[in-house]
């Protein structure tokens, strides 16, 4: 390889850009084309550091707003090269033409998003709306809950997304600030054994094939459109998820850190669990213990993998519970949130259809704090102890104002 | 192309020109190349076409104006002699006549249904400089 390599220690200080940026760098990425923005900007300014420096061979194109970004990764991806970019909110709402032609194409682009509050009014702060935008865009999309798993999860991507039975672009989500700037300790990887688990890409379909010319980007009209839908939702209905589970194994053979496709914390005997995702879930881990000393069994459920939405391994992981809130950190406008609708239809068809509530919380970055959590498990246990839900079903945490509750 | 399920094509909305592996296209004549029945090449759009162009191979003087501006590729030359016009894909854009610097032009565009017997009488003569 015609590059430096680096020296890591086995735990570095880095928040979640590093980690992510180091990720990419070690994933040896080709083509990066991006359009930086907040708070997701030192990604793409670290690939493009470590490339200057000579620890990448590979190409930086940057472009003149996030559509063309993505538009320069559906072509360097189609070309035949590892691709990856990040962005944000705004950014990502502009990309969001682009991302259907990536997943429609079949193309593995690795898109870090950072996730960001979308306006108006302005906003640069983490919350859900820009991951929530993008779910049904076709991606696979991974949540990251602190600097360590934005940088493991972007491993987990590259081995999942170029596998030739998947071959769909994969997201990875971390919140913005929360993560993407708060440093932690991250156990590193070398770059020997990350690129190892990576490993080299291996194209299809590329239109640097000379031998076998492709033409990408076709049209089709009602005679081949709903097929080609029908295949990419069966791949990720049917493909993906074992697919990550089999890159989970064997990265936690490689590193000893265990992923798993919901994440399950004190869920053994608990009666009431809060749902979330992102930074979120480290806090509702840290009450829940909490709640369980004053008695109640509380426990965490955090989605680990967004889409394909885990929807029986969540039925699975609720089993037994009497009470569920569903957090979403995004305003559903007019409906209830995403995480509460998604939970409903896991639970509806079973047998322990638990009380499910759902709450909005942390818009524009507004914090989440665990006195919040603690008020919440109370709620969630005076509802198993009434036996019936005795609020409304969808609540809102931590607004200024007179209490919002609807439904 | 066949009405085939959902399960039986490549992933990707990606459609080959060829089947299987091919070699030294640049050094095979387009007539002398398998397309696939995918490649645009085996589909006629001469039905987009409103106005035709005709050549009048009797004031060509072979500059090849035509073969390079042509968007579609249409020109068909050879050995660097101008034979004629892909009808299967020319759109009838009349840049090929437009380019042709000639006296009178060696191209010139016509009503479809003009056969091209009726197009070559009614060729103008010399345009005479005053």
């Known amino acids: 390889m015609a590059f ?36 997701s900007t030192p990604i793409v300014e670290g690939y493009a550091k470590f490339l200057a420096d000579g620890y990448i061979e590979g190409e930086f194109v940057m472009v003149e707003s996030e559509h063309a970004a993505m538009s320069g990764c559906v072509g360097a991806s189609a070309a035949g090269g590892r691709v990856a970019t990040a962005t944000s909110s705004q950014g990502f709402a502009l990309m969001i033409e682009v991302l259907y032609q990536a997943s429609g194409m079949r ?64 997201m990875v989500h971390q919140d913005g600030f929360m993560t993407s700037h708060t440093a932690q300790g991250v156990h590193t990887l070398t770059d020997d054994v990350a690129y190892s688990f990576v490993g080299d890409f291996k194209p299809m379909n590329d239109m640097l094939d000379f031998e076998h010319p492709v033409t990408h980007g076709v049209q089709t009209e009602e005679d081949w459109h709903f097929e080609h839908k029908a295949r990419q939702h069966n791949d990720l209905m049917t493909k993906v998820l074992p697919k990550i589970q089999a890159a989970f194994d064997s ?25 979330c995702m992102g930074s979120s879930v480290e806090t509702a881990r840290e009450v829940a213990t909490e709640m369980r000393a004053k008695g109640i069994k509380a426990g965490v459920v955090g989605i680990r ?57 942390g818009l524009g970055g507004r914090d989440l704090t665990k006195k919040h959590l603690a008020n919440l498990y109370t709620e969630l246990q005076a ?25 | 192309m066949a009405n085939i399920g959902w399960d039986e094509f490549e992933i990707g909305a990606m459609l080959r020109t060829f089947d299987g592996k091919i070699d030294d296209i640049a050094g095979t004549l387009q007539e002398d190349r398998a397309y696939s029945p995918n490649s645009s090449f085996v589909a006629s759009v001469a039905d987009w ?77 010399k345009e005479e400089k005053e």
């Open chain 1, 107 to 170: 193309l593995p682009i690795i898109l870090n998003v950072v996730n960001r509050a979308l306006a108006a009014p302005l906003n640069v702060n983490g919350d859900h709306a820009d991951m929530y935008l993008g779910r049904d865009s076709g991606w696979i999309q991974l949540g990251a809950y602190c600097p360590q798993d934005a940088y493991d999860l972007n491993f987990i991507a590259f081995k999942v997304a170029e596998d030739h039975d998947v071959r769909l672009p994969c």
């Open chain 1, 251 to 275: 990265f936690e053979k490689l590193s000893g850190r265990k992923y798993n496709l919901v994440e399950s914390y004190d869920m053994a005997d608990a009666d009431v669990c809060v749902v």
């Open chain 1, 305 to 361: 993998v967004i889409r394909p939405f885990p929807f029986m391994e969540i039925a699975e992981a609720l089993k037994g519970v009497k009470a569920i809130a569903a957090l979403d950190r995004s305003s559903p406008n007019g409906a209830p949130g995403m995480l509460f609708n998604e939970i409903a239809g896991a639970l509806y068809n079973t047998a322990d259809r638990a009380m499910l509530c759902g709450y909005i919380y």
């Open chain 2, 49 to 125: 076409r409103i106005k035709k162009p005709v050549f009048n191979k009797d004031f060509c003087i072979d500059c090849q104006f035509c073969w390079v501006y042509c968007p579609d590729l249409s020109i068909i030359a050879r050995d660097k002699k101008m034979i004629g016009v892909d009808m299967d894909h020319c759109k009838g854009c009349g840049i090929c006549v437009e380019v042709c610097p000639t006296n009178p032009k060696s191209l010139l565009m016509f009503n479809e249904h003009t056969d091209e017997e009726t197009a070559l009488a009614q060729w103008p003569t």
């Open chain 1, 4 to 39: 430096d390599k680096m020296e890591l220690k086995d735990i570095e200080v880095w928040d979640g850009n590093f980690a992510a940026a180091q990720a990419l760098r070690q994933s040896q990425i080709d083509v990066v084309a991006a359009y930086p923005i907040t708070p």
């Open chain 1, 383 to 407: 509802n198993v102890d009434a036996g019936k839900i005795t609020t409304q079903l969808q609540q809102f945490i931590g607004v200024r104002g007179p209490k919002l509750a609807f439904l």
